[in-house]
Structures are given as structure tokens and as C-alpha cells.
T-cell receptor, first 114, second 114 residues
Framework: DTGVSQDPRHKITKRGQNVTFRCDPISEHNRLYWYRQTLGQGPEFLTYFQNEAQLEKSRLLSDRFSAERPKGSFSTLEIQRTEQGDSAMYLC????????????FGPGTRLTVL | GEDVEQSLFLSVREGDSSVINCTYTDSSSTYLYWYKQEPGAGLQLLTYIFSNMDMKQDQRLTVLLNKKDKHLSLRIADTQTGDSAIYFCAETPPGYSSASKIIFGSGTRLSIRP
């Protein structure tokens, strides 16, 4: 297994456009997380799934943001009507519930909103 | 509340010990972590400590937890150039299992001078 993968690695978009990011977790990891990291800051928790169920959403996740994990494997994060303030690195992580103290992070998708 | 604080920068001489400090506000936090982020790479879990422990050692890394003062530190012995990175202190807030929501600090950038 090659670890958590994210696609695309970079995305440049114009304000007002919609964007969608994909995360493929480590096989058989049943938990999947999304974080956002802006320059000079640590990652901020956005949401997480156990299998296909979305268990928690941060209040940072406005109604323009939606995340899905329809089959309990890969996940997508969509941002509608992007704003310049959405520019950040979007990180995905996965973990196994059993004995899982470690979240394994992907390389991230860097979003730039012009 | 959920808040993790750390100093932004630390510079040490190669071969010396590095000590990175962190304070957290919720004394009921269950797990505390140290993550490492290198340029262009994903976040990597270095070590974690459960709140009923006061010390954990793993090769060159020593974690000290002072629960009374809500203070966590990471000591890296014999610091090498490969240790240059941003180090994030993080916690699992009370009420969450270990493999779930993590709150990160802003990170300490460690630089090594010859």
C-alpha cells in the first residue's frame, strides 16, 4: 500500500467556481479525516467519517463545503462558490479504529483562489 | 476550550539537544501528539503520549508531560540536519477516542545551524 493519496496536488481556480478534491485512504482504514492548513498555521479539523458515515463537522465547514464518502472508501471534498479565503492546503488522513492512535496524512491538495 | 500553543521558531546547533515546548488548555485531553512536517511532505506522527503517563522515550525522542501545568515537551537528542522541520503539538480533546478529532498547534519551526 502506498499510503494516503490526494488528487489533484494543486488547483488554481477563479473566485466563484466550484472545486472538488479526492482522497484515497490506506486500504481497510475505516476512518477518514479532512483538515485545512493555511500558511504558518497548524492543520484545522474539518470533518471525519467512519466508513460512509460522517460523524462530525467543524463549524469551520460552512454550507459551501460538503464532503462525502459514499462507499466507505475514497472521499470527496467539494467547495462551492470559492472565495479567496478558501485558499489553503487541504489535507486528508486515514486511520484504523482498532488500536488506531495514528492518523496517516496524505500530501495535500493546495488550492489557490484568484 | 480547545487551544494548543507553541513558540514559532527554535534554532539549535547540530549535535545539541532540541527542546520544543507546548501548552494546552484542556487538562482532560486524553492523547497528546508530536507531528513532524517537512517541506513538500505530509505530516508524520513522531510519537504520542497518553494523559496518564508523564514520560515516554523512543530512541532520540523524549516526551515529557506535566498534566498539572498542561505542558508538553519534545526533546530531540543529538539534533541532526535531517531534523529540520516544523513540529506540531496536538491533542485529542476530551470526549473523543484516540483515532478521531485532533487539535493542532501552530507549529515550531526547528532550524539546525552547523
Amino acid at each position: 500500500d502506498t499510503g494516503v493519496s490526494q488528487d489533484p496536488r494543486h488547483k488554481i481556480t477563479k473566485r466563484g467556481q466550484n472545486v472538488t478534491f479526492r482522497c484515497d485512504p490506506i486500504s481497510e482504514h475505516n476512518r477518514l479525516y479532512w483538515y485545512r492548513q493555511t500558511l504558518g498555521q497548524g492543520p484545522e479539523f474539518l470533518t471525519y467519517f467512519q466508513n460512509e458515515a460522517q460523524l462530525e463537522k467543524s463549524r469551520l465547514l460552512s454550507d459551501r463545503f460538503s464532503a462525502e464518502r459514499p462507499k466507505g472508501s475514497f472521499s470527496t471534498l467539494e467547495i462551492q462558490r470559492t472565495e479567496q479565503g478558501d485558499s489553503a492546503m487541504y489535507l486528508c488522513a486515514s486511520s484504523a479504529v482498532a488500536g488506531g492512535n495514528e492518523q496517516f496524512f496524505g500530501p495535500g491538495t493546495r488550492l489557490t483562489v484568484l | 476550550g480547545e487551544d494548543v500553543e507553541q513558540s514559532l521558531f527554535l534554532s539549535v546547533r547540530e549535535g545539541d539537544s532540541s527542546v520544543i515546548n507546548c501548552t494546552y488548555t484542556d487538562s482532560s485531553s486524553t492523547y497528546l501528539y508530536w507531528y513532524k512536517q517537512e517541506p513538500g511532505a505530509g505530516l508524520q506522527l513522531l510519537t504520542y503520549i497518553f494523559s496518564n503517563m508523564d514520560m515516554k522515550q523512543d530512541q532520540r525522542l523524549t516526551v515529557l508531560l506535566n498534566k498539572k501545568d498542561k505542558h508538553l515537551s519534545l526533546r530531540i537528542a543529538d539534533t541532526q540536519t535531517g531534523d529540520s522541520a516544523i513540529y506540531f503539538c496536538a491533542e485529542t480533546p476530551p470526549g473523543y477516542s484516540s483515532a478521531s478529532k485532533i487539535i493542532f498547534g501552530s507549529g515550531t519551526r526547528l532550524s539546525i545551524r552547523p
